[in-house]
């Protein structure tokens, strides 16, 4: 009668124990698999970007009423013609993404597409404005407005293209 010498690893119980276990037949060890979270539903990123559409409609409703005061203004104009559009686009948004349908997806990116497009058309018409001679404020800042036309363009991007490479937006918006 051989016996086996424990490993230093194990101690002769737990050896004894694994050689019982597995000379069971027609058993395999148990594997265990933990549920991962799952990415469906109106939560995390999904939910802060939610939030923040919310948000940006009713600033742009507000700076629609607010650019009616100023009319003579090109900066006022240029808002009055894009707060109503972009508060729109992000209303819609936010409901169809809380309904969880496809169409939201396509109506967040438009809204910051539209949001980009306005503040790059702000940005030009103050640059515009500050840089005539009728302004009386001095020279507008040609490496400012390129800084600030580059910026809009890399965040609008980059927001965007969140909702198209998120498995949480891929996920949840599926009907």
């Known amino acids: ?17 694994d050689q019982q276990y ?6 395999q ?3 265990y698999v933990l549920a991962a ?15 923040i559409l919310v948000l940006l409609s009713l600033g742009y409703i507000n700076s629609f009423f607010g650019s009616l005061n100023h009319l003579s203004d090109p900066v006022a104009v240029v808002t009055m013609i894009f707060s109503p559009i972009i508060a729109t686009l992000a209303l819609l948004a936010v409901a169809f993404i809380t309904m969880q349908k496809k169409l939201g997806k396509w ?12 503040l790059l058309i702000k940005s030009i018409t103050v640059f515009s404005v500050t840089s005539s001679s009728y302004s009386g404020r001095g020279p507008g800042s040609l490496p400012q407005l390129l ?29």
Do not use: C
């Open 29 to 31: 060890p148990v594997q």
């Open 37 to 51: 979270k799952s990415l469906k539903g109106v939560q995390g990123w999904l939910q802060f970007f939610v939030v």
């Open 147 to 175: 800084g600030s036309v580059v910026t809009t363009i890399v965040v609008g991007g980059l927001l965007i293209s969140y909702f198209f490479v998120s498995r949480r937006v891929k996920e949840t918006l599926v009907n």
């Open 107 to 118: 109506f967040a990116a438009g809204t910051y597409l539209a949001n980009t497009l306005f």
């Open 22 to 27: 597995f000379a069971q037949s027609g058993t």
């Open 1 to 17: 009668m051989t016996k086996t010498q424990p490993t230093h690893d194990q101690s002769p119980v737990t050896q004894q124990a």
